[in-house]
């Protein structure tokens, strides 16, 4: 059985910006980097915070273990998500992606961003 599922089109009511973010971005769990970019892209959506979505090729995957647990979102499309098990209970789907994103924001393909509050931290130098 196929569900229809609602997509959306970013406009006016509901923004969407994706921007290449300069400098390194990193991600560290548990006292290590599970993520270093210098392509890292900055997404930003209405009146969200921004998120660092980081290419596949500059996470260390190995710590990551996919997770069941999956999204939608009429704007970016089905998300699914990781969790990093040397963070503990805190890094459950700590890890979500666009694996298809919609066209409007088709830059994010191939690319993870991480929780803020379940990760240690996100550093952005430069």
């Known amino acids: 059985m196929t569900t229809q599922r609602t997509v959306k089109i970013p406009g006016p009511d509901h923004p969407i910006t994706i921007e290449v973010t300069p400098g390194r971005v990193r991600v560290v769990v548990a006292g290590k980097v599970v993520a270093d970019s210098t392509h890292a892209l900055t997404l930003r959506e209405a009146a969200y915070p921004a998120v660092q979505y980081v290419p596949r090729a500059d996470v260390d995957m190995s710590q990551l273990q996919r997770s069941e647990h999956t999204t939608y979102c009429p704007y970016k499309g089905e998300c ?46 430069g």
């Open 80 to 125: 699914s998500y990781y969790s990093i098990p040397s963070g503990g209970e805190r890094t459950l789907n700590a890890v979500w992606t666009y694996e298809a994103p919609y066209e409007a924001v088709a830059a994010i393909g191939g690319h993870l961003a991480f929780y803020p509050d379940r990760v240690d931290e996100i550093l952005i130098d």
